[in-house]
Each structure stands twice: as C-alpha cells, then as structure tokens.
C-alpha cells in the first residue's frame, strides 16, 4: 500500500523505532530518510521532518538526490560542502518575542565571490539557498528583508550567471547549485576570457609584420583542460548536430541527457553494469529511451567517449576523473577508428527496452522456461548485479541461483552476460 500523508499521521510511535518509509521514534518524531551506496560504501542522507517536509516535498528531494548520485556525486558530501562554504549568523531583531523574531542571513566572513564581479546582495541570497538548500522568492526575501520584486531580480540574475536553478511547479522553487561546479565554471569562464586575450597575441603579431597567411589549420587532436571550455564546445556542437550521437556511458557521466538533441538525430548509447548499478540510473536512462534514444549494455567499456556526427569525439584522458583534461578529435583516421570501435562494441551490446509503461520488455522465451525464470530475463540483459536482481525479482539468492542455472541450461551459455546476449539474439524481447 502507497504511503499517504494519511497513513504518516494515523502512525503511532512505539517502544522502538519504525520504519515506514520514513524513521518514526518512539517521541513520536518523524523523519525522512534517504539510504543509498556510493564507492562501495552504504550512507544515510536525512531529507527533514514530517510535518515541515511533506510527502511530496520528501520525493521530490529524494529524485534530486538521486540524480545527483546518477552522476557520481555524493549527495551528502555535496550538502556539507554547500554549508561550508557560505557561514552565515543569525540577526534577531530586538523587541519581538522569540516566534516573531525576523532571522536575516549575514556573511561572516570577506566576500569570496566579489573577485568574480558578483555583488553583494547576489552573494547573499546565494549564500541563504546554500544554507536552505531551496526556497522560494517570498521566503528568500523574508530572510534578506528585501521587497518580493528586488528578491526575484536578485534571483534571475545569480541564475543567469549559472548559481542558481529553479522548479517547474508554481511558485518556483530556487536551488543553489554546488559552489564546486558553479564557483569553478564563473572561475573558469574568467580564465578563459584571459587566455583568449592571449591567443590572440600570435595574430596581432602576424598583422604587425602584415604576414599574408592569416589562416592556420585546424588541429586533428586537440588537448583542452578547462571543463567551461568542454562544455562550451559541446553545447555548441550539439546545436548542429544533424545525423547521430554515439555514446560511451560510464560512472559519472560526461556530459548532460541528450532529451534536448533535434528531431532526426539518432542517438545511440552504450553503458557498462558499474553505470547502472548507480542509483537512479535505470530511471534517468528509462527517460532518454522514451525520448527516442537507443540504450544498450555491456559488461565494460574500454574508454568514455560521445561521437557527434562523426565530425568531433570527446574522449577524458581519465575517465574516473570529472576535471580530466578532454581530448578533442576532429574528422580524421583516428575518428573513424573510435566510430568503429563503437559499431563493434554495438553489435555485441545487449539492448535495454522499456514498455510504454516504463517496465523493462520481457518477452515470451519459450515453453521450457518456468514463469520466475523467464522474468530474470531483462534483468540479466540489463547487467545488474545479483543483489539487486534478487530485489527486483522478489527471490532470495539461492532462489536466484537456482533459476540462472536453468536459464544457462535452456540457451546453452556459461556466464550471465552471455545469456542476455543469447536471448536478445532470439528475439526474446519483442513486445507481448
């Protein structure tokens, strides 16, 4: 049965704590908690009390941290980092009671986002969605003490400059994105804007000896390590993209969904079991497939890499590191043999399908198979782990065991992987 807001608060605290999908105490508290793995280690992230985290509120902030953990990042390690870098006090104003007392958020210490041209009160409501995770404009400006209409000017503008997203619901929400990433792409954009400055020198010292030759060639391999200058690339490859996208995907991803590509483009994507044993992984990839993308699975990949329109490759020289310097590829020998190793990782991929329900296809392997085996199918062709097989498919280990066993029988296979392979091979996923 759904957990309703209903059920939270017929609840009863007893002797012990229960668990109901969230922790109630036996003070009769209760908690939202959010359980997940990352590095091989098994954390706790607490997403806040019931009733001043709601239902609907607690899902929502368990989907986010679920997608942080999507791209490898720990969501509670990014939380404290968030409320380490902006340390705020407490401001109470004098002769009002205790329930009346208006809290403004104050830096402490000197501004460390004023070298980045970022003004003061831009700093502040950064700093007050740092510490509050998310807010909305009227409870940002009753923090800052500000007019409702300065607070949202104040708002667009961080958001323009990257510090900021919003929900889509109404009124929206406002998150303060990770200062690791946001602080490091404004710090990026300056250094960038320097080095064009030098780039530039060699060309003004062409002109002043009014050499003819302006133009120099494209280089084929290009080795770039500023990530702003990454992603400004790519953002303006993918508006041009006219045929296809081709995708290495591994833990943490390179590069954001590919739902934003134009119509007409295919977009082709391979993962390997370590990317999609990430929690919320399975979801995110159910949603690029029901935007037209194709996914399929293999044990490992060699490299991480994205192809587009066999015209450029972005290949991480350390595909485990999200600040590697990234190797660009341009139309050459050398692409064409990463398109190649694609194509051949490809055609031995097993394919991941979705119903239009948003279930995995489990097709109909033939009459030998019982019914608890033939639903381990799409699961085994999916690569997911034993563990969480077992949890999908509702079996103890020796139960599922026992049924790989019969599965290998009946295709004559000796690992799992194989046996995916195998049975997309036979057409076991078409459509019921």
Known sequence: MPLSDTAIRDAQPTDRPQKLALLLNPNGSRWWRLRYRIAGKE???????????????????????????????????????????????????????????????????????????????????????????????????????????????????????????????????????????????????????????????????????????????????????????????????????????????????????????????RVRTISDEEYLALPGAMNLLRLDVESGEEARVSPTLPIKMVILDRRIGFIPLNPMDENSPMLLVRSSALLDAFYSLFERTWERSAPIVFTRTGELKTGKPGPRLSEAAEQLIPLLAAGLNDKTIAHEAGMSRATLNRRIAELMKCFGTRTRFQLGLRAAALDTFSER
């Open 43 to 265: 954390k706790m992230l607490s997403l806040g009390t019931y009733p001043d985290t709601d239902l609907e509120d607690a899902r929502q902030k368990r989907d986010e941290a679920r997608k942080l953990l999507a791209a490898g990042i720990d969501p509670g390690e990014q939380r404290r980092a968030a409320k380490a870098a902006c340390t705020t006090r407490a401001i109470k104003t004098p002769g009002s009671t205790m329930r009346e007392q208006v809290v403004k958020e104050v830096p402490t210490r000197a501004r460390p986002l004023e070298a980045l041209g970022i003004p003061d009160m831009e700093e502040r409501a950064y700093c007050v969605l740092l510490t509050h995770h998310m807010a909305t404009v009227g409870e940002v400006a009753s923090l800052l003490s500000l007019p409702p209409r300065k607070t949202q000017q104040l708002l667009d503008s961080i958001e323009s400059k990257g510090l900021v997203t919003h929900s889509p619901e109404r009124p929206p929400r406002y998150i303060a994105a990770p200062p690791e990433f946001a602080v490091e792409a404004l710090i990026s954009q300056r250094q960038a804007v320097l080095e064009r400055v030098r780039l530039g020198i060699p060309d003004l010292k062409r002109r002043a000896a009014n050499t003819a030759d302006t133009h120099e060639r494209e280089q084929i391999v290009e080795l770039i390590t500023s990530r702003a200058a990454v992603g400004r690339i790519y953002v303006q490859m993918v508006q041009t993209i006219r045929n296809e996208v081709l995708v290495f995907q591994r833990a943490p991803a390179l590069f954001a969904s590919h739902q934003e590509k134009p119509s007409g483009v």
